[in-house]
C-alpha cells in the first residue's frame, strides 16, 4: 500500500496504512527523551519486526541531509545482553538493517540504536550508539484496542490489523459465531436385533430404533438419541431369548419356594421346643 503524509501535528508527521501509523518528531533528543515523548503523544517508539517494515519505514521517512538519524525503539543493557524492543516482543534484530561492520559499539552500555536517512547506500541501516546523544525521535500509533477484534485478539503490523478469533467465532472482526462439524455418536451394535437410524446417520439429535429378531425379547427402551455431547441417551436395550427368560423365571420361583419352606421348618421346629422349655422350667421349680 502507497504511503502518505496526511497529518501534521506538534511539529510531526504521519504516515497512514492499514495498521499502525508512523510519527517522527522535528526536534532532535537522546534516546530516554525520544520514548518519553513518544509515549506522550503516541503509543511508543517504533518497533521494527522484519525487513520488509525496515523498507516501509525508510520510505516514509523524508531525506535529512542534516544529522539525518533517528532513535528505534531497541536497546542492550549490557555487553552480553540481547537486543531488546522495547513494549513488544519482536526478537528480529536486523539481518539486512546493519551498515557495514556494525555493531560495532564496546565502549558504553547500555547502547541504543540509530536509523539512517541520509540518501546513499546506507539509507536505512542501522547503527549502535551512545543512547545520550541526540537524534530524531520516530514512533507509531497502533491501532488495536481492546474492542475492535470482540471475541478474538488484536495482531498489528505495518500492513495490517488482523484478528486472531477464539475458537467457535469468525469474520474480520470475530463477530460471527462459526458453525462447528456436525458431532457425531459412535455406530451402535445390537446382536440378536437390528438397529435402524433416521436418515441412516449418527449426528447429534438424531434417533435409532432398535428391534429384536423372532425368537428374542426386547428388554429396555426401543429408541435412544445421539445428545449434543456425543452420547447416546440411556441405556441400550437388549434382545434376550425366550429360554433363557424362562430359566431366569424358574430359577427365581424355585428359590422362592426354597426359602419359603426353608421359613416354614423354623417356625415349626420353635413351636415344637416351646412346650419341652415350659415344662423344665416347671421340673427346675420343683427341685428347688
Known amino acids: 500500500m502507497k504511503w502518505m503524509l496526511v497529518l501534521l501535528l506538534g511539529g510531526s508527521l504521519a504516515g497512514v496504512n492499514l495498521g ?45 541531509n542534516h544529522s ?9 543493557m549490557h555487553k552480553d ?22 555493531p560495532n559499539n564496546n565502549q558504553s552500555w547500555p547502547v541504543c540504536v540509530e536509523f539512517y536517512v541520509k ?17 530524531y525521535a520516530v514512533c507509531y500509533q497502533a491501532q488495536c484496542n481492546e474492542t475492535i477484534c470482540g471475541r478474538g485478539r ?26 462447528p462439524p456436525a458431532a457425531e ?21 438424531s434417533t435409532c430404533q432398535f428391534t429384536c429378531h423372532p425368537g428374542f425379547l426386547r428388554i429396555g427402551s426401543a429408541e435412544v438419541t445421539c445428545g449434543t455431547s456425543a452420547y447416546w441417551s440411556g441405556p441400550r436395550p437388549v434382545c434376550a431369548s ?18 419359603c419352606c426353608m421359613c416354614v421348618s423354623w417356625l415349626k421346629s420353635r413351636k415344637r421346643k416351646k412346650p419341652g422349655q415350659v415344662r423344665l422350667t416347671e421340673e427346675a421349680a420343683t427341685v428347688k
Not at 520514548?35 to 503523544?41: K, L, N, P
Not at 429360554?243 to 426359602?259: D, P
Open 68 to 76: 539525518p538519524y533517528y532513535w528505534l525503539g531497541i536497546i542492550r
Open 20 to 64: 499502525w501509523t508512523y510519527h517522527y518528531s522535528n526536534i532532535t533528543m537522546t534516546w530516554t527523551e525520544a520514548r518519553e515523548w513518544c509515549q506522550t503523544y503516541y503509543t511508543d517508539m517504533v518497533v521494527v519486526q522484519n525487513q520488509d517494515e525496515n523498507a516501509a519505514l525508510v520510505s516514509f521517512l523524508p531525506d535529512r
Open 81 to 102: 545482553g540481547d537486543w531488546i524492543w522495547i513494549g513488544n516482543n519482536s526478537t528480529w534484530v536486523g539481518e539486512e538493517s546493519w551498515a557495514e561492520n556494525e
Open 119 to 135: 540518501n546513499g547506500v546506507n539509507r536505512g541501516k542501522w547503527n549502535d550508539e551512545k543512547c545520550r546523544h541526540r537524534k
Open 242 to 259: 425366550y429360554k433363557f427368560l424362562l430359566v431366569v423365571v424358574g430359577c427365581g420361583s424355585l428359590t422362592f419356594c426354597c426359602s
Open 154 to 179: 488484536c495482531q498489528e503490523t505495518v500492513n495490517n490489523v488482523t484478528c486472531l478469533c477464539e475458537p467457535g467465532f469468525a469474520g474480520d472482526t470475530c463477530q460471527t459465531a462459526s458453525v
Open 185 to 205: 455418536c459412535h455406530p451402535l451394535f445390537h446382536p440378536n436385533g437390528n438397529v435402524s437410524c433416521a436418515e441412516g446417520n449418527h449426528t447429534v439429535n
